[in-house]
């Protein structure tokens, strides 16, 4: 079955720290992988997407994540986080095909401390 | 950024009665609109898929009788949800993404209509 997992419902960090969100996802064929960002009363924002080449991709915002096929993750990463990054992160895998049809994961909440 | 927008923001209605739901494409023109489904905590469902001028595809599982879905122009699509219960309380999230099959394809979301049925 195709699936998306975010094991952390919740993660809370302090300004200034880095900040790892896990992404684990399960998928017959070759996946797009993406991260997006969900702000209240807001869309949501596509902050990085993989589909070939490097495995390292940079997003917006200062993200990055990291493509490692042989664990099939996909984990987002940002080495200093701001109080504006508390929001709602998604990560999303579709097909190669890119026909947009997405499978999401739950979501993990993050919460910056002053 | 392209932008999509959705009205209403905030729906309630009475049990019974069917509500409209709109998504527009601002600046860019949609041959493909996605509706999604996002429960409290919990992750977007795709709903259905609906390209430019054909009938939409509903996922499994979904009623197409109960979520009338209209792809009419490049820039708007609507979710109607008919004879509403409280079941079907949501947030409905749809997105646009001018499909040419190429990678660099990407699904522009709106900012999602929160609907309360009574």
């Known amino acids: 079955a195709q699936s998306v997992t975010q094991p952390d419902i919740h993660i809370t960090v302090s300004e200034g720290a880095s900040l790892e969100l896990r992404c684990n996802y399960s998928?017959?064929?070759?996946?797009?992988l993406f991260w997006y960002v969900q702000s209240p009363g807001q869309g949501l924002q596509l902050l990085l997407k993989?589909?070939?080449?490097?495995?390292l991709v940079q997003g917006i915002k200062g993200f990055e994540a990291e493509f490692k096929r042989s664990q099939s993750s996909f984990n987002l990463r940002k080495p200093s986080v701001h109080w504006s990054d508390a929001a709602e992160y998604f990560c999303?895998?579709?097909?190669?095909?890119?026909?947009?049809?997405?499978?999401f994961g739950q979501g993990t909440t993050l919460q910056v401390k002053p | 950024g392209a932008v999509v927008s959705q009205h209403p923001s905030r729906v309630i209605c009475k049990s019974g009665t069917s509500v409209k739901i709109e998504c527009r494409s601002l600046?860019?023109?949609?041959?493909?609109m996605f509706w999604y489904r996002q429960f409290p905590k919990q992750s977007l469902m795709l709903m259905a898929t609906?390209?430019?001028?054909?009938?939409?595809?509903?996922e499994q599982g979904v009623e197409k009788d109960k979520f009338l879905i209209n792809h009419a122009s490049l820039t708007l699509s609507t979710l109607t949800v008919t004879s509403a219960h409280p079941e079907d309380s949501s947030f409905y999230i749809c997105?646009?993404?001018?499909?040419?099959?190429?990678?660099?394809?990407?699904?522009?979301f709106g900012p999602g209509t929160r609907l309360t049925v009574l």
């Open positions: 999303a895998v579709g097909p190669a095909s890119n026909t947009g049809k997405l499978i």
């Open positions: 998928y017959g064929a070759t996946p797009y």
């Open positions: 993989y589909f070939s080449g490097d495995t």
């Open positions: 600046d860019f023109q949609a041959t493909t």
């Open positions: 609906s390209n430019e001028g054909s009938k939409a595809t509903y």
């Open positions: 997105s646009g993404m001018a499909n040419t099959g190429a990678p660099t394809d990407t699904q522009y």
